[in-house]
């Protein structure tokens, strides 16, 4: 098969792709459609961005849009699963890009989101359904979707799923699916724990391992440049300063420095958006569709977006920080180089990271040339706002000033001198000798009430003694009823 006309897709399918101008398909769907089209198991093979996304859904489409069955509420006919909630959304898209002239429904599943537009979407009923394990789950658990219908079941970055530590959910989830299924399985790598898994759930599959006639690394450009941890900012500004970087991604190893490289570009007149985990579904989305239409240049990333996120036009991938997994490397420079173009990668290497730099190099089996850094200019300094800055102590501008100067020699310690010959404080005021308290002498209080009965106003009231004790007292009649 070397062109798309050739396979026996519906119509519909085939004019969307027309428009889309699909001609020839790649080496993954050009082997996989036409068995998956025939109900065989499938177990395809293939690095990131080469089309495995179509592979699958092509055929899922051809077969229900053939069948003209009606959507059952809370009963898929297809289930596709993803590892992350971007790839889940890409997976969508392009689900209505191919089934535009269908009439099929699909319906997103995943987390991070309210839940009731997914409920809604699935009461209404669905054909397709897409969604991460998580929430999936939870609406199983919920009532609201029911894998009884289900024909045809997908896997699609299953290398992926398992290191996120999904394989006791995808177990769940395979024990709920009818055992009269196709299913799909598509992955990047073929680790023994996948072989393992495929050989249980998949009956007489398709095996496609698809190798490139070139390598997606080898196409890349890749470039390690030695610096220091707090160099690392003025460095990517340079870099980045250059015209011929038109879109980058920026990789760092934790959340809070994602945020920190976004707000510095931000700050210093390059436009950059911020992407982890800890943002909400919402802003993910935001920052990609941002990206994507060009309205920033640069998107900060942890990775989250190194694997399964589909980004055209990236010229340039920035390792900020080299990542702790040397698998990692790989996805992460993959996002520039997609579909047979290049691209550039350019990695920072502090020496605390020279362990990781030696497991990259072992996993690429070559050694990666350093690069003299570019020449650095003077430090950026933030912009001058008109808020008054705040007044420092005298102590607190003394610690400032010298915290960055080497400390000196250790000044010797002396021997404190004995208590007695310490100096003493300063003896205190001599107090007012107190007058003696004459028999006379009584409180105010008691003053003024001898005063007022010698004047006769009030009769003097007799000195309080102790309470006698009463004892307690004749004891009362009990009262006399009708019974007694």
Request: charged share 25%; hydrophobic share 35%; glycine share 6%.
């Amino acid at each position: 098969m070397k062109t798309f006309a050739e396979l026996p897709l519906l119509a519909s399918v085939q004019r969307a792709l027309t428009e889309e101008q699909y001609v020839t398909p790649t080496p993954i769907q050009a082997q996989t459609i036409p068995a998956a089209m025939e109900g065989r198991d499938i177990l395809g093979c293939a690095q990131t961005g080469t089309g495995k996304t179509a592979a699958f859904a092509l055929p899922i489409l051809h077969q229900l849009g053939q069948s003209k069955r009606r959507a059952q509420p809370n009963q898929p006919y297809a289930l596709i699963l993803a590892p992350t909630r971007e790839l889940a959304i890409q997976i969508t898209d392009s689900l209505s890009t191919y089934g535009r002239h269908l009439p099929l429904r699909h319906v997103t599943v995943y987390g991070g989101v309210g839940q009731f537009k997914q409920v809604q979407g699935m009461n209404r009923g669905a054909h397709i359904l897409v969604a991460t394990p998580g929430r999936l789950l939870d609406l199983i658990g919920q009532g609201h979707i029911e894998l009884d219908a289900l024909e045809m079941f997908v896997l699609d970055e299953v290398d992926r799923m398992l290191d996120m530590g999904f394989l006791p959910d995808l177990k769940r989830i395979i024990s709920m699916i009818p055992e009269d299924r196709q299913s799909l399985f598509f992955s990047a790598t073929l680790p023994p724990n996948i072989v393992e898994l495929a050989r249980q759930l998949l009956r007489n599959p398709v095996s496609v391992h698809v190798e490139p006639e070139s390598k997606s690394i080898d196409r890349i450009e890749q470039k390690m440049l030695f610096v220091e941890r707090r160099g690392k900012r003025d460095l990517l500004y340079d870099i980045l300063c250059d015209q011929s970087v038109e879109r980058a991604v920026v990789f760092t190893k934790t959340k809070f420095g994602a945020n920190q490289v976004a707000e510095f570009l931000d700050s210093n007149g390059i436009p950059a958006a911020a992407i982890h985990g800890n943002k909400s579904q919402g802003a993910r989305q935001r920052a990609l569709d941002a990206f994507r239409r060009q309205l920033v240049r640069v998107l900060v990333a942890t990775d989250v977006a190194a694997r399964g996120i589909d980004i055209d036009g990236v010229t340039h991938v920035i390792n900020f920080d080299l990542p702790i997994e040397p698998e990692a490397y790989v996805h992460r420079i993959g996002r520039t180089g997609r579909a047979g173009a290049s691209g550039i990668a350019i990695s920072f290497c502090s020496p605390e990271e020279r362990r990781e730099l030696r497991a990259i190099e072992r996993l690429l089996g070559m050694r990666l040339a350093a690069n003299a850094p570019a020449p650095q200019r003077p430090r950026l300094e933030r912009p001058q706002t008109d808020r008054p800055r705040p007044e420092r102590s005298e102590a607190m501008a003394t610690a400032t000033a010298t915290a960055g100067r080497p400390r000196g020699p250790k000044r010797p310690q002396t021997a404190r001198p004995p208590h007695n010959e310490q100096q003493q404080r300063p003896p205190r005021k001599p107090q007012r000798p107190m007058r003696p308290r004459r028999a006379d002498d009584r409180p105010p209080q008691e003053q003024m009430a001898v005063d007022r009965a010698a004047s006769g106003a009030v009769p003097p009231k007799p000195p309080r003694g102790p309470r006698p004790n009463r004892g307690p007292g004749p004891r009362k009649p009990r009262r006399q009823t009708a019974e007694s």
